[in-house]
């Protein structure tokens, strides 16, 4: 187990490296210059020499890189070309949030997806199944962003139970719709995958041979099905805290929630190359951080793939 978590480990600190190195090249790629931009309207060009000297900008782009890198070692993710703050302001900013929506769609997915699974194996091919698969396959197929505007306009707009977005402030009200955008699609994927595993498992072998010795019923379906119908499905909730990460992007932008996908969304507008950066850190370390977990709980919950 710990050599295998020491792989998995140095692993990731490589993905990290190399997408950190990746972003870096993309943002240089993007088009326009910062300093244009913040020099106003029709500039001179010797202010726009002198923007660009002081923001660094006329370095080279290996010697960026590098002092970047260096930056990022001491925890320093540099400072925002456009206002000044450190990058490391926005982040905090907006990453309560977004974890707190992050947060709260896995607290409700794990275990409501796991109810939805274990429901419709344990009733294969009755109607409650088929109708959960019905359901499934038609939320699962429906973009974020237009179930996003679909439920604005039925429950925010037309009937005004909640409210539609977080101008007036993140209340527990708000939060309503945007949780119910992020949890739509990932319930869906994950309830099939616990409802194939646990078909699976309660016809194996030794889910017989425990029948054969007496074993209650629900001690066999829950304490020795499950926990090998949940291996697939754990990894999936590590690719689906992934996928989050962008889903929580547009659910930030349709319901204007503060969080780091607003923050990203306006650094990429005003071409703020050192919070864009800063911010794909955050998700690049994020993601391999969960991927790590999810392995090593995989790697647990099936000891036969040792």
Known sequence: MISYAARRLALGVGQVLAVVTVVFLLVQALPGDAAVALAGDDPDPARIELIRAAMGLDQPPLRRFGDWLWGLLHLDFGVSLVSGRPVADFLATGLAPTALLAALTLVLLVPLSILVGVAAALREGSPLDRALTSVSVGLHSIPEFALAVVLIAVFGVGLGWVPPT??????????????????????????????AGMIEALSSDYVRHARRLGIDVRRI?????????LAPAVQQV???????????????????????GTVLVDAVASRDLPVVQGLAVVFAVTTVAVNLLADLAAFRLAPRSR
Do not use: K, M, Q, Y
């Open 166 to 195: 977080a101008v007036g402030g993140l209340t527990p009200a708000v939060l309503v719709l945007p949780l119910l955008v992020l949890l739509a699609r990932p319930i869906c994927s994950i309830s099939r995958l616990v409802r």
């Open 238 to 260: 590590a690719r689906t805290t992934d996928w989050l990460l962008g889903g929580v992007i547009v659910v930030e932008a349709v319901f204007v929630i503060p969080g780091l």
């Open 221 to 229: 379906r829950f304490a020795h099905a499950l926990p090998n119908a």
